[in-house]
């Protein structure tokens, strides 16, 4: 009986919150979260990641050049070298700052941030909230089950390990697989797509050229190709915020972890990937006003 009227609860909690926290029209502030300090610029080290879901890697760049078998063989993502700032004074904002052969390159890797996996209870505090805001403005997963879920499924999984996560934007690598970007979390987004391969609608995010230099450079490539421009964009996440403009509420957000992870573009290519999470770097409780 008790589970029963928990579930009625959380639906009526669901009706009541849904759009305040999916980013229309602006968000509310949860409870105990008012006039709270914004968190200060911070800095961490990404990490590299073994991808327990055994996603392959991708070994081909964005104009699906291959890269050397050498390459292949020897690539690893470094621990202290590519670096995160963040901060929640405006926002949340994250900067990527990765050196010379960190990264693979000419390259897409999506910015994504996963709430913690833990048993749902639905009271918006702490972890819950956390995930409930990046899953109503992203996607669901339930660990427990290791399923997608939908807005309307969350309430019946009560007790699963579920969480929140949120693809916001991508970055693109240059021919040394180096990169510098600053990104607000203002979108929602899918996959990521090439314009050559999916025409690009009104609803999704903006087209980014961006120039591959696939050189012999003795490192990446064995052999010279021709240089290419790729125009690269986010698809929209059906049902959430328009790019642009996700606004998410106020309050202190827990248990966050960033992952950076390699863009695949659905190929079906033994060298194309499958979307492995490579990098990762759990995060200390951001406050956002």
Partial sequence: MERCYLLVSLVLLAGLLTCALTGCGGGIVAPGHDNLEPTATQSVMLMPFTDSASQTPRWMDIADYLYAPTFAKSFLYPANSVKLTFSGSTGLQFTISAPAHALKPNFCYQMKLEGPSQAWSGDLTGADFTNWTLGHNGRWWNDTDNIPLTDAQIADHVGDKIKGYLYFDFIFTNKYGSVSQTSLVKNSYHVTWKTLQR??????????????????????????????????????????????????PAGVYSGIEFRLTEESFHSTSTSGGAWRTVMTAPLAPITVQ
Avoid: F, H, M
Wanted: proline residues 8%; aromatic residues 8%.
């Fill in 199 to 248: 025409t690009r609608t009104i609803n999704d995010g903006p087209a980014r050229l961006c120039s591959v230099q696939a050189n012999k450079d003795g490192w990446a490539y064995n052999a010279k190709q021709p240089a290419k421009t790729i125009n690269l964009y986010g698809e929209w996440e059906p049902g959430r915020a328009a790019p642009g403009t996700l606004t998410l």
